[in-house]
Every structure is written in structure tokens, then in C-alpha cells.
């Protein structure tokens, strides 16, 4: 069941986290919580660590501007219900933060849809998130924005996608991003060419002073946010 819609002041800026319960998307909630004028959603996939974070941040903030959505990205059907209850939550959106995300794996597995997990969670079920919400971002005052991390390193390999044939996670990893990248730098295009609500993508590598679950450390240091 969807979640009852949010009580968001017109003037407040509507953010979503994916992954905000870890390492950089954890730093980013805490900061945000912190700005009385942001209404904040978390997106993780342990119910456990969603509770420890909604409770930590409603210290910070009026509970009701904390909203927190399980999904587990390696499942397709988590995330169509996900995008139905950010949708029940709100109206607008004004940035979402790209952030969960997949690393190291001593072997090949396959998600319940049959795909390469990397690939699932560093791509694919962001694209299909993103897609489903981009006329909440659409509708934002502020002009909606995405921020995501990125990574220079990867190719893809577009003969075996799944890569059943030969794997590796480097490979993996890097394949999930660079596709990551590519969709979300050919999106930031496609709204500056045309007219109407825009929409804006940016993408940031992880410095080496920022740890997080996918380096397999617990400590947690938050990248600056842009300027609106």
C-alpha cells in the first residue's frame, strides 16, 4: 500500500536518496535533514537500517518530513512499488541523488529477473526509476536536478550484456556505470535541446576521501551538494 502523501510546505525543496541509508547517500540525508526547508525520502533496501535512519533523522527534523520507501534494487517488481509510493508521497520532485549502487562480488549470480545484478542495481533499475519520475522532476519550482556517481573506468561489452560468457566484478562494476553514465549524460542533452520543463543531470566521481559500502568500509563522509 502506498504511503499517505506528505504534508510539504509549497516552499520546501522535495528530495530523494536512493541508497540513504549507507556511506555517501547516508552523509547526504543527514545534511539535508538538517535544512529545515527539505522534505526528505529515503530509499533502502534493509527495513532495519530504514528505521535506525528515519530515527536518527527525526532528532534532526520534524518527523513528517521524513519518509522512507524499502526497495531493493535488484528486484524489478521492488521498484515499480517503490515508484508508486514516492509518487502517493509527492507531487514534485526536486532532486534525487543517485547513489545505491552494487560493488565488489566473488561471483557471477542472477537476479530474480535474470540480469546481471551489477548491472541491475548500478543501471537498470535507476533508468527505470528515474524514467517513472521525471515528470515529478518536471514539475519542480526550483527546476529538477539529479546528481549521480560516476566513474571514468568501464566499457560495455554489447555481445553478452549479462556477461554469461566471461565475468568478473571490475568488469561488472565498470559496465553498470558507464551505461549508468550514458544514460544519464544523454538525458541531461536531450532537456537542454528543448523547450519546457528542463531537467538536469550531474555526474560526480567518488574521491578517494569518500568510503563507503561499496568500498567495504563503514565510514561514511558526505559530498558537497550543488548549489541550487
Not at 525543496?13 to 540525508?29: D, Q, S, W
Not at 546528481?147 to 554469461?164: R, S, Y
Amino acid at each position: 500500500m502506498a504511503a499517505p502523501r506528505m504534508r510539504a510546505a509549497e516552499d520546501s525543496m522535495k528530495a530523494l536518496i536512493t541508497g540513504g541509508t549507507n556511506g555517501m547517500g547516508k552523509g547526504v540525508a543527514r545534511a539535508l535533514a538538517a535544512n529545515p526547508d527539505v522534505e526528505l525520502v529515503i530509499l533502502g533496501r534493509s527495513e532495519a537500517r530504514l528505521q535506525e535512519m528515519s530515527a536518527e533523522l527525526s532528532s534532526r527534523s520534524a518527523p513528517e518530513r521524513i519518509a522512507c520507501v524499502r526497495a531493493n534494487l535488484a528486484r524489478l517488481r521492488d521498484v515499480r512499488a517503490a515508484i508508486n509510493e514516492i509518487r502517493a508521497l509527492h507531487a514534485s520532485l526536486d532532486a534525487v541523488f543517485v547513489n545505491a549502487g552494487l560493488g565488489y562480488a566473488p561471483r557471477r549470480e542472477e537476479t530474480e529477473d535474470g540480469l546481471d545484478p551489477h548491472f541491475q542495481v548500478n543501471y537498470l533499475s535507476h533508468f527505470m526509476l528515474t524514467l517513472n519520475l521525471l515528470d515529478l522532476l518536471e514539475a519542480s519550482q526550483r527546476g529538477g536536478r539529479i546528481v549521480f556517481n560516476a566513474t571514468e573506468f568501464g566499457e560495455i561489452n554489447w555481445d553478452d550484456l549479462q556477461m554469461k560468457q566471461k565475468w568478473d566484478f571490475k568488469s561488472a562494476v565498470g559496465q553498470g556505470m558507464i551505461a549508468k553514465r550514458m544514460f544519464y549524460t544523454q538525458l541531461h542533452e536531450l532537456y537542454a535541446a528543448r523547450s519546457g520543463p528542463s531537467v538536469s543531470c550531474f555526474g560526480f566521481r567518488i574521491p578517494k576521501t569518500v568510503w563507503s559500502n561499496q568500498l567495504n568500509s563503514s565510514r561514511s563522509r558526505c559530498a558537497p551538494w550543488p548549489p541550487w
